[in-house]
C-alpha cells in the first residue's frame, strides 16, 4: 500500500496570503489528523475529520480550517497568515479503530516570511 | 497543549549501550504509544501498549506502563547510529480516539 502523500514537501509564503496543504490517506484509512510542529510549542494536534465531519478539533484560531472529501483525501487551509505559522505541518492517517495507530506522512514545511 | 513529559530531554550514547526514555503523562488514557522521527520527516509509530498492559515488547524495543505514576519508559537494546532519531510519547484517550497527545520528544544520539 502507498503511505500518506503530503503536497507540497515544501512552501514559502509572506504575511497576509493564504495557503493550502493536501493530504492523501493509506487506501482504506477514513480518518486524517492533522498536527502543527514547531520548536518552541512541539507536537499541536489541529483536528481530525472522519467520513467528511470533523471529529476533533485542537486550539488554534479559526484562521485554520480544514476539510475532507469522499474519497478521505483532506485539506488544511491557513488564511492570514502569520509569521508564527511556520512550522512543519504534518497529516496523519488512521484506520480508527480503537488503537488509532496513526501513520505519518513527510509533512509540509512552511515559512512564512 | 501537550500532554506528556519526555525524559531526558537529550541523550547521547555510544553504538551497543541500552537508550532508555521516560515519559508521563496526566491523565487517564486508553493507550500510550511510541514514535520515533527522523529529522524533521514524519513519525513513524514503534510500539503500542494498552492501559491494563504493562509491559510490551517488540524486538530491540521494550516499553513499560505504570498507570498509577501516570508514566512510561522505552528501552532500546544494543543501540545503532541508525537509532539516531526524536522519540516521542502519545497518549490515547477513550473520548477523543482521533487524537494523539504528544510529549516533547527526547533527542537520542548515537555515536558509532
Known amino acids: 500500500k502507498a503511505g500518506v502523500t503530503q503536497t507540497p514537501r515544501y512552501l514559502i509564503k509572506t504575511r497576509g496570503q493564504q495557503v493550502t496543504l493536501s493530504c492523501s490517506p493509506i487506501?482504506?484509512?477514513?480518518?486524517v489528523s492533522w498536527y502543527q510542529q514547531t520548536p518552541g510549542q512541539g507536537l499541536q494536534f489541529l483536528f481530525e475529520?472522519?467520513?467528511?465531519?470533523?471529529?476533533n478539533k485542537g486550539n488554534f484560531p479559526g484562521r485554520f480550517s480544514g476539510r475532507q472529501f469522499s474519497n478521505s483525501r483532506s485539506e488544511m487551509n491557513v488564511s492570514t497568515l502569520e509569521l508564527g505559522d511556520s512550522a512543519l505541518y504534518l497529516c496523519?492517517?488512521?484506520?480508527?479503530?480503537?488503537?488509532?495507530?496513526?501513520?505519518f506522512g513527510a509533512g509540509t514545511r512552511l515559512s512564512v516570511l | 497543549s501537550q500532554q506528556g513529559e519526555e525524559d531526558p530531554q537529550a541523550l547521547s550514547i555510544q553504538e551497543g549501550e541500552n537508550a532508555t526514555m521516560n515519559c508521563s503523562y496526566k491523565?487517564?488514557?486508553?493507550?500510550l504509544q511510541w514514535y520515533r522521527q527522523n529529522s524533521g520527516r514524519g513519525l513513524v509509530h514503534l510500539i503500542l501498549?494498552?492501559?491494563?498492559?504493562r509491559e510490551k515488547h517488540s524486538g530491540r524495543l521494550r516499553v513499560t506502563l505504570d498507570t498509577s505514576k501516570k508514566s512510561s519508559s522505552l528501552l532500546i537494546t544494543a543501540s545503532r547510529a541508525a537509532d539516531t532519531a526524536s522519540y516521542f510519547c502519545?497518549?490515547?484517550?477513550?473520548?477523543?480516539?482521533?487524537?494523539?497527545?504528544f510529549g516533547r520528544g527526547t533527542q537520542l544520539t548515537v555515536w558509532p
Open positions: 496523519a492517517s488512521s484506520f480508527r479503530g480503537d488503537k488509532n495507530i496513526q501513520y
Open positions: 487506501s482504506g484509512h477514513r480518518s
Open positions: 475529520y472522519f467520513s467528511e465531519t470533523q471529529r
Open positions: 491523565t487517564s488514557i486508553n493507550n
Open positions: 501498549i494498552r492501559s491494563n498492559e
Open positions: 502519545a497518549t490515547v484517550r477513550g473520548s477523543t480516539l482521533g487524537r494523539l497527545y
